[in-house]
């Protein structure tokens, strides 16, 4: 699919992974994370292999390291908590390299930091090869309300028109000599997110009525397959996509077994 | 009255908005089958309002409206949603799926079309606007052209007896308003024009209805009524510069 300019998140590419039916890279995103956040942090081992899980699905869905380890970057300010841990915490105390660290302290870093990590991996994956307008289709076969998967839909399709219509009311500001930065024009900015509202809401109005004209009745309808809507997940493709969650629940089963 | 497929009657119809202010004050009108008819006036003189009621979307303070013989009321509605399509001013308000093909999906689909009838329908709509291959982008990717003719494909898909369009023109380069004229003219099904552009409702269009605050003020054929410019001017309407009605034949 040619997604032409798409979210800075997504790679467009024709991998297995990409083919994957998006419903299941959800279960198999949401199984992985559940496995690697259920795993002792106090063994090493079983990380290795989560790594090596994400490594393997990176390759086969052809994600180039440059291209989403920069992307990673999301998690930085999460990490900044798990480096005052190790300094905070009491307990038992070793020293390295001068500092007196607390092991406990040092332990529950890690695992913020390892657990952390590889759950943003896993996500961006799903991110990665997955579009936006496969989601609320996903969605509602894994039994999300119709309700939020609408909204979702919606949600997905004027974000992108409602941030130009911010960019266009800036410039005009600006081009009459705003300075969004200035604390004394912080009021004009003010009344223009007022404005915005107004004028979204007046959207969502003339939105309504347009579907209403299409035959809407609260309910958005079953799509056929072929019309931007894929088949629903076979068991070859359920068996097949849930692999690296399989093998993420076996190996934190294992680490509890071996502690 | 009539009940051929195709066909509006409009008697009496009134409308106040819940604020108080009167949109409609008692509009008649009766458009044949097949008939191009476009509704011309200026700004708040109601047009937005009739064509609000077309379909339900609004209904009646008091008065009527029939498609194809049937009144319009709650029992009738989807009947006549089906029937008559409208293609609103601006196509982001129309599009709101995250593909085109879903979107032009989304009218059929609402009236029961399913399976391989949805995917010939969709099929059939893009190729008519003749946008095959945007069929699994994004809206937000389009230019307005092809915005524009996506939305109207939206409402071809339902295959409606009836079409209304408010303001087509407006927003598009001249290619491209060209080249929507030129879709437009290949359909064949009631059409009502609500527009500002003369010269496209001249090149569109065999009658013309002028209506100003709330009533139809003119109704004749489309050259009548642009050559008037006493008539036009009264109800703040001009001829761009240069431009000169073509006879008709």
Redesign the interface.
Known sequence: ?????AHPLYRDGHSPIHRAPAEVKIVCLVLFVLAVVATPRELFWPFGIYALIILIVWRVGQLPLRWILPRMLIEAPFLVLAVLLPFSEGGERVEVAGLHLSVSGLYAAWGIVIKGTLGVAASLTVAATT???EL?LALSRLGVPPMVTSML??M???I??LTAEVSRMRMARVSRGDSPRALHQVGATAKSVGALFLRSYE?GE??Y?????????GK??????????AAPASARQWVLTLLPAAAAVMVSVSAWVAR | MTHTPGAIHIEGLHYTYPDGHVALGGVDLTVAAGERVAILGPNGAGKTTLMLHLNGVLTATTGSVEIAGTPVSRKSLRDVRRRVGLVFQDPDDQLFMPTVAQDVAFGPANFGVRGDELAARVREALDVVSLTEHADRSPAHLSGGQRRRAALATVLACEPEILVFDEPSANLDPVARRELAETLLKIDATMLIVTHDLPYAAQLCDRAVIMDHGVVVADDAIGAVLSDAELLAAHRLELPWGFVVPARD
């Open positions: 699919m040619g997604a032409g300019h579009t936006a307008r609320p839909t919606l997905i399709r004027y992108d028109v959207r003339r939105v009525l347009a579907m209403l004209s299409r035959g809407f009745d958005v309808p079953q799509l056929a397959v072929g019309v931007g809507s």
